[in-house]
């Protein structure tokens, strides 16, 4: 883990350009955060960075990877993908690619929630209806 530590502390300086960013542990790697949103993971020794419908052409562009674990049944790919090794190097180009998964991770926060499946009113009705017929008052 010690390599990925200091991996994540030359991602962090990488990234100084857009302000403050930090990082914490899970699930066996690091999640970098900005402006209170995770935006990036660290696993590995490698960097990925959020994507979605919208930037993930870039990475696609750029022959970046995603992010895949095996699940119990079969690969489980996420919404995190590498960056290129450019971005790696340089501030200026890591700056770029981190604002787009930035993007993505302020799109998703501020995604409306899937809709629930709502409870049927009558079976509520019911329920109360019959904790109040067992809880009337008896005639002493």
């Given at each position: 883990?010690?390599?990925?530590?200091?991996?994540?502390?030359?991602?962090?300086?990488?990234?100084?350009?857009?302000?403050?960013?930090?990082?914490?542990?899970?699930?066996?790697?690091?999640?970098?955060?900005?402006?209170?949103?995770?935006?990036?993971?660290?696993f590995d020794?490698?960097?990925?960075?959020?994507?979605?419908?919208?930037?993930?052409?870039?990475?696609?562009?750029?022959?970046?990877?995603?992010?895949?674990?095996?699940?119990?049944?079969?690969?489980?790919?996420?919404?995190?993908?590498?960056?290129?090794?450019?971005?790696?190097?340089?501030?200026?180009?890591?700056?770029?690619?981190?604002?787009?998964?930035?993007?993505?991770?302020?799109?998703?926060?501020?995604?409306?929630?899937?809709?629930?499946k709502s409870?049927?009113?009558?079976?509520?009705?019911?329920?109360?209806?019959?904790?109040?017929?067992?809880?009337?008052?008896?005639?002493?």
């Open positions: 883990m010690s390599g990925d530590s200091d991996f994540v502390a030359y991602v962090l300086e990488l990234l100084q350009p857009l302000g403050r960013c930090s990082a914490r542990k899970m699930f066996g790697g690091y999640g970098l955060y900005g402006d209170g949103l995770m935006f990036a993971l660290v020794g490698r960097l990925y960075l959020k994507v979605d419908h919208l930037n993930k052409s870039d990475f696609v562009a750029a022959s970046c990877e995603p992010f895949v674990y095996q699940g119990q049944d079969k690969p489980i790919e996420m919404s995190y993908w590498t960056v290129p090794e450019a971005a790696l190097e340089s501030s200026e180009d890591m700056a770029q690619w981190a604002r787009l998964a930035l993007a993505a991770a302020l799109r998703k926060a501020n995604a409306k929630p899937a809709a629930r409870v049927s009113r009558k079976g509520v009705a019911n329920k109360s209806a019959t904790k109040k017929a067992t809880t009337k008052k008896r005639p002493l």
